[in-house]
């Protein structure tokens, strides 16, 4: 399944839907546009998920918070979805025992009830039913956690996931589908007709620097972050729709918690919620919200969003996580509906749901929503953009329809990641006893797996494969970076590149996991503590 380049797009044809925008929110789209039997092409500026979709707290939920918040129609929706989700990727949706540690007794009496409740909400789609354990019965799950005071817990269940991974395994399914799916494309200008209609777009190969004119019945927004950017190419006085909001992740060693249970701590210092989620053997700890101004493909974390995950987790954590604790920090960016008025400062008042709108004719932008909602998402994208070019399509099947690799999960190897297709990696590994090899002696992962990748799931970049396909950037990005020459070099093979884009790879690769090797200054977290 390699990248489409352009010189293998048709000049100036005519699709019946084009969607800007590779992440979860277009991914689906093209995935239900091209399984109603409509001609779609999804064109990406860089890799699958490399913005928000790969940066999320890695949950598949209905939103404990939003239920806090009132908001029972958003977690109810939300529920069913990490329903399906499950049903239909199966690989890599996995229910999961997450711990509200309770101080006092009043906390115990609000949880249960707000979490009999969310249970309620799921009806059938239930992942099992919440419950209070006692002190001793917390301590035996989750031995890292802080004892002193502590009365109990309220277990719940909700659903953790590897969302790039996910991503990639939507687009695969939307390209056997039909689906026409070009990544490293940017769009560079909207077409327009006489009359004035968005008609097409104009792209620009960003590897090969080629350009291509493609036309369709009605283009999609869903750039996240970026959906601004396309609507000022439509009208440069445009009003801004999207207001960033970022989140910040910091890793540790699983150590720290010491269990196979997630920690979901309700209510920080500034009333947000935190969690502490065992994911790829290391613990992932966020996130945050803080508005932003700008935004990029590669956000950095400002060091008071690390400094208050650190002293939130030292509160907690029986142990008290330092500086040189830090295996890797990441940042996403939520494109959460700009405020039209007031306040606009603070991001727990604006808008988490999706906005669904015609920016123009002939353009739709869908912004907003969370990875769990990403299906329902596309449905409603795509009725719209029926009925606004007036296209014939079929229902829509997406509740049914399995993502590619979906399958049983028995076992606990690194390799079930891939579902189905851990079958051919092993084939691969056997076939060529050299890709047998570990990449990093503390890691499980296999030379084969990065063949695999390139060969099968569109990775162009050293960058690709370790951040996106292999997700050691974001659990440990020392490691990333010692594997970083192994990779460009297995790539540098498969993608018949010469050695200087080998080193050109492993300069870019390193530059940009230093962005995730995070120097904190620990008087802070001693001054939070006391």
């Not at 650190?310 to 990441?330: G, H």
Request: net charge neutral.
């Amino acid at each position: 399944m390699k990248r489409l380049h352009h010189h293998l797009l048709p000049n100036n044809y005519t699709w019946d839907i084009i969607i800007i925008g590779g992440g979860a929110t277009g991914l689906g789209t093209a995935l239900d546009a091209t399984t109603r039997g409509l001609k779609t092409l999804l064109v990406e500026q860089s890799d699958y998920a490399k913005g928000t979709s790969s940066r999320s707290t890695k949950l598949v939920h209905g939103g404990v918070r939003y239920l806090a918040q009132g908001d029972i129609g958003l977690v109810k929706h939300a529920l069913r979805e990490r329903g399906y989700l499950q049903k239909n990727a199966n690989h890599l949706v996995n229910k999961e025992e997450f711990l509200i540690p309770c101080y006092d007794w009043f906390s115990v009496a609000k949880y249960l009830i707000g979490l009999t409740l969310y249970d309620w909400l799921a009806g059938n789609f239930s992942f099992g039913k919440s419950k209070f354990f006692s002190k001793s019965q917390t301590l035996a799950l989750m031995p890292g956690i802080k004892e002193k005071g502590l009365k109990g817990s309220i277990r719940y269940y909700d659903g953790k996931f590897d969302d790039a991974r996910l991503a990639i395994n939507i687009a695969q399914t939307a390209i056997e589908n039909g689906a026409t799916l070009c990544n490293y494309t940017k769009v560079t200008a909207l077409l327009k007709n006489a009359n004035n209609e968005v008609n097409g777009i104009e792209i620009k190969d960003a590897l090969t620097g080629e350009t291509s004119k493609q036309y369709a019945k009605v283009i999609i927004n869903a750039t996240g972050v970026f959906v601004d950017d396309i609507l000022q190419m439509n009208n440069p006085q445009s009003k801004k729709l999207v207001r960033p909001s970022q989140g910040v992740h910091v890793v540790f060693d699983k150590s720290f918690l010491n269990s196979e249970s997630a920690l979901m701590i309700p209510k920080t210092s500034d009333g947000r919620v935190l969690f502490a989620v065992p994911w790829h053997q290391h613990l992932l700890v966020g996130t945050t919200d803080t508005p932003l101004d700008e935004h990029s493909l590669e956000p950095r974390a400002l060091k008071e969003e690390v400094d208050f995950i650190m002293a939130t987790a030292a509160t907690y954590f029986k142990r008290k996580p330092l500086e040189k604790d830090i295996l890797s920090v990441f940042s996403g960016l939520r494109p959460l509906a700009a405020p039209t008025n007031g306040d606009g400062n603070s991001t727990k008042e604006i808008s988490r749901d999706h906005k669904l709108m015609v920016s123009a004719k002939g353009l739709i932008t869908i912004t907003g929503g969370k990875w769990t909602t990403y299906r329902r998402m596309a449905e409603e994208t795509v009725d719209l953009a029926i009925t606004h070019a007036g296209l014939n399509a079929k229902p829509c099947i997406t509740k049914e329809l399995k993502i590619h690799g979906s399958t049983e999960i028995a076992g606990d190897h690194h390799l079930d990641i891939y579902g189905t297709d851990r079958q051919n990696i092993e084939n691969l590994a056997q076939q060529d006893p050299e890709l047998n090899h570990k990449l990093h002696p503390n890691f499980p992962y296999l030379l084969a797996e990065v063949v695999w990748s390139a060969r099968n799931e569109m990775a162009e970049t050293v960058e690709d494969i370790l951040s996106r396909r292999l997700r050691i950037l974001f659990i440990d990005a020392n490691a990333a970076k010692e594997m970083a020459p192994k990779v460009a070099s297995l790539l540098a093979k498969e993608l018949k590149q010469q050695i200087s884009w080998e080193n050109d790879q492993v300069d870019n690769f390193n530059k940009l996991a230093d962005g995730y090797i995070y120097h904190i200054d620990s008087t802070q977290i001693e001054k939070a503590l006391t």
